[in-house]
């Protein structure tokens, strides 16, 4: 069964930093593209970043490069974001999401605030 599990998000002031996680279990974790969303209540999900199987290769979304990074460790079957300099409309649920045979896989979310 595939489970992905988020953790890390909260409440974080403009311009400060936040590190999410998501633990994966389930499949195979070190073949799998690894992507995370966010998501605005009303609005569609947006990609993030995403990260290939070996962690070579990110791809970021414009709003977010220079200031995201994601990294996986695929020992600890675990894919990761890092968020500097935060800005209000960062704020969003952020979700770990993959595709394992043609299934996409959510995990459970993390609420990241940027506010003063």
Do not use: H
Request: charged share 15%.
């Amino acid at each position: 069964q595939v489970q992905l599990v988020e953790s890390g998000g909260g409440l974080v002031q403009p311009g400060g930093s936040r590190s999410l996680s998501c633990a994966a279990s389930g499949f195979s974790f070190s073949t799998y593209t690894m992507n995370w969303y966010r998501q605005v209540p009303g609005e569609e999900r947006e990609l993030v970043a995403s990260i290939s199987s070996s962690g070579v290769e990110t791809n970021y979304a414009d709003s977010v490069k220079g200031r995201f990074t994601i990294s996986r460790d695929n020992a600890k079957r675990t894919v990761y974001l890092q968020m500097n300099s935060l800005l209000p409309e960062d704020t969003a649920v952020y979700y770990c999401i993959t595709r394992v045979w043609g299934v996409e896989y959510w995990g459970q979310g993390a609420q990241v605030t940027v506010s003063s």
